[in-house]
């Protein structure tokens, strides 16, 4: 099975703030990663697919970017509604694997 | 509007059966592989499995593969998760997924989810 491990687990920011979430694999899984925002008592969303391809609706101010074993989720200016938890997931191969998260507070 | 509607959860014995549903709105849905993701109480994602457009094909997570089934009714717009042996540990969130071509790599419209707690 191919292991996602996410880093930080958690991060302080402020409104303003780019922030910068990283998601390594075991394994090469070429550009086959997704991220997702969840907030408390929600469902997941879908921010990012392929890596780095924008899902619709989703701001702008979300990019992904990566290959092979090391991707990055950036949120280049936060919003008072960006504070969730984070998560990576790899599509490559089953069974589909996700990243343990990273909680985004206010500092 | 496109919907799931996940349904069935409640509280069960350990070693019980239950059967939650996923029922869907507003897309084609036997175009769509669909998918069962769980979360345990402060918890993370955990992968359950996924059953194809057409329900011939279905993979399963390492935690649940012989315990759990994934089934489909294309009639009924309904993908089903039949659960045996419960443990303790598959106390969680459960929600379902549609899924374009069924490899997860775009796992666009999700349920609110269902909760099951397994104790005694």
């Known amino acids: 099975d191919t292991q996602m491990t996410q880093s930080p687990s958690s991060v302080s920011a402020s409104v303003g703030d780019r922030v910068t979430i990283t998601c390594r694999a075991s394994q090469e899984i070429r550009s086959w990663l997704v991220w997702y925002q969840q907030k408390p008592g929600k469902a997941p969303k879908v921010l990012i697919y392929?890596?780095?391809s924008l899902q619709s609706g989703v701001p702008s101010r979300f990019s992904g970017s990566g290959s092979g074993t090391t991707f990055t989720l950036t949120i280049s200016s936060l919003q008072p509604e960006d504070f969730a938890t984070y998560y990576c997931?790899?599509?490559?191969?089953?069974?589909?694997?996700f990243g343990q998260g990273t909680r985004l507070d206010i500092k | 509007q496109v919907h799931l509607v996940e349904s069935g959860g409640g509280v069960v014995q350990p070693g019980r059966s239950l059967r939650l549903s996923c029922a869907a709105s507003?897309?084609?849905?036997?175009?769509?592989?669909m998918h069962w993701v769980r979360q345990a109480p402060g918890k993370g994602l955990e992968w359950v499995g996924v059953i194809s457009d057409d329900g011939s094909k279905k993979y399963y997570g390492d935690s649940v593969r012989g315990r759990f089934t994934i089934s489909r009714d294309n009639s009924k717009n309904t993908v089903y998760l039949q659960m045996n042996s419960l443990r303790s540990e598959d106390t969680a969130v459960f929600y379902c997924a549609r899924d374009h071509d069924g490899s997860g790599a775009l796992m666009d419209v999700w349920g609110k989810g269902t909760t099951v707690a397994v104790s005694s």
């Open positions: 392929s890596a780095s």
């Open positions: 507003g897309f084609i849905f036997s175009s769509y592989a």
């Open positions: 997931q790899q599509a490559n191969s089953f069974p589909l694997t």
